[in-house]
Structure formats: structure tokens, C-alpha cells
């Protein structure tokens, strides 16, 4: 399936035999009419997505067809997964466009793309179109939403007021949408079409010199370069470049742009803005474990952290929040108990540790010697 923009990679290998174009007729069938045993909502419409691709035309139309007459039992769980791949949602939100229920799981889930809400955002009823507009994260993210809202006849006008007003305070003015420049003059009382916007940092801007800056720095095979003090004052600059910045600005730089304004922006002010540099598309696991180790960082990033199913698959993270006092013990405690022997013993010395975290840990230990010279004593 040379246009499927998913690998087989991201099905359980029982299931791959089923969307490989290599395979059989009748097993894609077979997994286009959703008859696979066993598979988890989520897994099921990420493989009728792919049979979509297939080049059998029966295969692609019966899983269409499958898709789009899926029980609520079964939708409604993989809407709601997550991790759930954004091409899918997104292919998703066409086969459910007159139903209102799996719609606003679509735009409840934080892995559907920006561009799938704007897309909604336009036409969606009353109900979802308030919960569109609650999403202020999004809306300063990517002004299409904005857009959206603001063409959406059935969008009440508080909700689109309030979408605005809220836009143009965080410095997201779009002078070709009427009812963004309505909400400029109401909130800043001065008409923004009646002079030239003055010159400000953009998140653009800023990414188009990093990326000459890396294309400036392709070069031969040899020793590194020193850095120039020119260089170094520039970096220093970049910081209060990015903190002109308007905070819709910021957010768009926090999800475009590289690792030095990520670590910058993290330690916004900001909510939103350190929000959207921890939910960057472009963040690394070593970026999400050096989160999971500070002791500083927002209490909201943390917290999408150890609440991120994805991210508890990696044994370093886990082990590095159990650690970190910000962590709620309950939480901390749920982790603990995962953890290999070793580590649990060695929390159980560890007196940088919470003392909650390191008596519980003592307790494991304790726990699990005497059930082993019990274990002896029965032989």
C-alpha cells in the first residue's frame, strides 16, 4: 500500500498479515470486514484506515464501509485512545461527520491534528463549537481554528467573540478575518488596518535562521569550529528575542521549533506556552526524561507526563518521577510498585527520595524477603 502514510510497523504483528498488500485477498477482507478476533478498538481502526489504501477496490470500500457503521461501543473507545495515529483520526472524523458524539471525541483528543479542527471548526453545531473554542492551546496554535469558528454559522457569537477577544489579547490579530479586527478594537481600542503593524519577532522568522544556520554550518570533515563570540552573544540574544515574542507567537515556536526553544519556552510564564513545547511534535524522550527529573518544571507539564501511557513505557521516565517530590505521592506510589527489585531497593537508601516514596520502598523489600524465607522454610 504505496500511499498509506502508516507502516505495518504501527499494528501488533498478529495483525499485520491483515493489512500487508502482499497478503492473501481473503485475509485483507477478512480484516476490512473488522472479523479479526481479539483486536482493541484502537488497533481495529488504525488497520481499516490502512485497508483503505489497499489496491483492491472491494477490500478499500469494505473497510469503509466497516469503519463507518462501527457500534459506539467500539468507536467511542478508539476515539478516545491514546497515542491513536493523527492520519487516523483525521480519517476518522470524515467517516463520522454527521455524528455528533464521535465528533467531539474527535476534537476532545489531543493527538487529532490542528488541521482536522480547523477543518471541523467551521461547520460543527453550537455544542462543539464551545468546546472548540475551549481549546486555547489550539486556537492560538494554529489559526485556522480561529478561522473556522469565525465562519461557522451555527457558532453562537459569544462563543466566537470570546474565541477572538482571547486571541487578540495573547497577540493573534489576523487583519483579513473581520471579526479578529473587530475584537483588536474592542480590546486594545485602536484599529489595527489603520497602520502598518509595527515590525515584532515572529516563531517564523526565528526558525528560518535556524535553519540557515544549520545549513551555514555543513563543512568538512575535521575538528569543531570554536565558537565566536559574535556566536555565543547570539545565543544569549535568541532568549530575549523569544521572550518579545507574542504567546501566540511562543506557541508556535514551542511546537515548531528546535530543542533550544523548546528548553526555553518550558520555563515560560506561560501555561500554554510550556504546554505546547511539551506536546511538540518534535520533543525526544530525552527531552521528556530530563521533564520527569526536574524539580522545577511546570506542575501541568509534569503532570502530562506521569498521566501519558506512552511516555510510562519507558522504564527511565518512570523511575525518574517515582524520584521526583512534584510527583503526588498516590501517583508516585502506583509507580513504585512496577519497578524491578533493584531499583525498589534501591529507592529503599535513597534518602533524596521523598520519605514516603523511601519507607514504602523499605516496606517492599522487607515484603519480599520474608515471603522468601518463607518460601525456603516450606522446602
Known sequence: MPDCPLSLDVLPRPLQKHADGKAPAPLRMMGAKGLVPAVAPADLVTLLFMLSFDGD??????????????????????????????????????????????????????????????????????????IVRQNELRLLRHEGIVRGLCANPNALAS????????????????????????????????????????????????????RRE???????????RAETEEETKKKLNITQRIMKMSVSEKI?????????????????????????????????DGEILSLANSRTVNADVLRYVYSSREFLKT????????????????????????????????????????????SQARALVMKKEQAAKASMQKK
Open 315 to 358: 522504564y527511565a521516565i518512570k523511575i525518574a518521577l517515582v524520584k521526583n517530590p512534584k510527583v503526588p505521592l498516590p501517583t508516585a506510589l502506583k509507580m513504585l510498585v512496577t519497578l524491578q527489585e533493584r531499583d525498589v531497593k534501591e529507592l529503599a537508601r535513597d534518602r533524596n527520595v521523598p520519605q514516603t516514596i523511601q
Open 159 to 210: 462563543t466566537v467573540d470570546g474565541a477572538c477577544d482571547f486571541c487578540v489579547r495573547n497577540g493573534l490579530t489576523l487583519l483579513d478575518v473581520p471579526r479578529l479586527v473587530e475584537a483588536h478594537r474592542r480590546v486594545h481600542g485602536v484599529d489595527p488596518t489603520a497602520k502598518p503593524p509595527e515590525e515584532v519577532e515572529t516563531a517564523a522568522g526565528l526558525i528560518a535562521e535556524y
Open 57 to 130: 477496490a472491494a477490500v478499500r470500500d469494505t473497510a469503509i464501509r466497516t469503519a463507518e457503521g462501527l457500534p459506539e461501543r467500539i468507536s467511542g473507545v478508539a476515539l478516545r485512545a491514546e497515542g491513536l495515529a493523527a492520519p487516523v483520526l483525521d480519517w476518522l472524523a470524515e467517516r463520522f461527520a454527521g455524528h455528533e458524539a464521535a465528533l467531539e471525541l474527535v476534537l476532545l483528543n489531543p493527538s487529532t491534528p490542528d488541521e482536522t479542527v480547523a477543518r471541523l471548526a467551521g461547520t460543527v453545531s453550537q455544542r462543539l463549537a464551545e
Open 252 to 284: 508556535k515556536l514551542a511546537t515548531l521549533g528546535n530543542k533550544e526553544a523548546r528548553t526555553i519556552l518550558l520555563r515560560d510564564s506561560n501555561k500554554l506556552v510550556t504546554m505546547a513545547a511539551a506536546t511538540s511534535p518534535r520533543i525526544t
Open 214 to 224: 544549520l545549513h551555514s554550518d555543513d563543512a568538512p570533515d575535521g575538528p569543531p
